[in-house]
């Protein structure tokens, strides 16, 4: 009986019933227009007056209801706010923008079209039915103050019909809550079907969700490359300048002002690599390396920190495109820095940088023996060099051969970058 109750008067039976009742004031401007069109044609010069041309009026106010959503394409994420707010419906069931395929348009259209079918004869309900039941219930009393002097309608002057009138008016009340709560109900579980997402929106919110996690995997690649890169440089020069602090006063000197150099050089990267998540780069971002510009910036670096790079780049770095560029350096980077942490201080390093049938190959090679393929917890070091590789159409291949590890990406001079 409880259930029954929260069913017909409970918080959400009321809101709902509320969302019923801003259905039919909506449906009210198209209703006055069906009653311009009626009156004409039904020779009628008051509509008012006649229930069956009201009636009529409401049945041709209803399509032109249902054009104008589909000229609002608005009218989508209107009506599924007020769905979710006034009748419990779970916002990941309805569709969020306007509608603006065929088949959204016409779900749309078709839940206005009810929405303020069903609002309306629950507000034209709620505004008969209470002063109607009121007056039942309330007719023995006024029986009783009159005197029996109360002039009623033959069919109501009977005395059964003044004992039975409270009862009668009471059921009406209770009536017109259950007419208003199976239809919000009925609303409520036709929302997702006719303002939920549909292929098309799910597909672009799938589309939107993979540009979302590619930026966050370029940031993630970014940053991994940029600070991991300088974190190893930076760790192995002051390694080795504390070991010789105070043997080799210019060799720490030296190693001081590499550090200097790397860790200016990474907060101007990694003020780039945020740039990522903002609207465009800020103005006065410092711009991202390129193989171009920064390949002997980092040669240097990478040599003050120990490690013996034999570099032969026969390719030309500035007739490259701007994003092969910007990658390459980054696959580089990222070589040198792995053999920096895996493979360890005055190891040599050959780096070969070419041009070969149209495609930019990159080989770093070091000895095999004190190299190691990867850290205990793994890393992301090789996984972040083949997604570059791929995302430009190219290969990236690593592994030792002949007691050399080596590193060959091979990527296109034009393709998908």
């Known amino acids: 009986m409880s259930r029954f109750i929260r069913f017909l008067f409970g918080r959400r039976a009321r809101r709902r019933w509320l969302h019923l009742i801003i259905g039919g004031a909506l449906a009210m401007p198209y209703v006055f227009v069906g009653q311009i069109i009626v009156g004409p044609a039904m020779d009628a010069r008051y509509v008012f007056h006649d229930f069956s041309l009201q009636v009529l009026s409401f049945a041709v106010g209803l399509p032109l209801a249902s054009l104008t959503s589909v000229l609002f394409p608005l009218t989508r994420p209107l009506e599924a706010g007020a769905v979710q707010w006034l009748c419990g419906v779970e916002g990941e069931l309805l569709a969020v923008g306007p509608a603006r395929t065929r088949e959204a348009k016409g779900r749309t259209a078709a839940w206005f079209t009810l929405h303020l079918g069903f609002g309306g004869i629950i507000a034209g309900m709620s505004l008969a039915v209470p002063p109607f039941a009121a007056f039942l219930v309330a007719l023995p009393l006024i029986e009783w103050l009159g005197g029996g002097r109360l002039e009623l309608p033959e069919a109501l002057d009977q005395a059964w019909v003044t004992a039975l009138a409270p009862v009668a008016g009471v059921a009406m009340l209770i009536a017109l809550a259950g007419c208003a709560a199976v239809s919000g109900a009925l609303l409520a579980r036709w929302a997702p079907v006719l ?223």
């Open 195 to 417: 303002l939920g997402p549909t292929h098309e929106d799910r597909l672009a919110a799938a589309e939107a969700r993979a540009a979302d996690l590619a930026v966050r995997n370029r940031l993630a690649r970014e940053l991994h490359d940029s600070v991991g890169h300088a974190l190893s440089a930076v760790t192995l020069q002051a390694s080795a300048a504390r070991r010789v602090l105070d043997s080799d006063p210019e060799f720490v000197r030296e190693a001081l002002a590499a550090i200097e150099d790397t860790t200016r050089r990474t907060v101007g990267e990694l003020d780039a690599v945020l740039g990522v998540l903002r609207d465009g780069d800020a103005p006065g971002t410092a711009p991202a390396p390129t193989l171009a510009a920064d390949l002997e910036g980092l040669l240097r670096r990478t040599r003050a920190s120990g490690l013996r790079v034999t570099a032969t780049v026969p390719a030309d770095p500035g007739a490259l495109p701007p994003v092969l560029s910007r990658e390459a350096y980054r696959i580089v980077q990222e070589g040198l820095s792995n053999a920096l942490k895996h493979a360890g201080e005055r190891v040599a390093v050959t780096l070969r940088i070419a041009v070969v049938d149209e495609y930019l190959e990159i080989t770093v090679e070091n000895p095999v023996e004190r190299a190691s393929r990867g850290r205990p917890g793994g890393g992301h070091g090789l996984g972040g060099i083949a997604d570059r590789a791929r995302l430009l159409g190219g290969t990236a291949r690593a592994g030792a051969d002949q007691g050399v590890w080596r590193l060959h990406v091979r990527l296109p001079m034009k393709g998908p970058a």
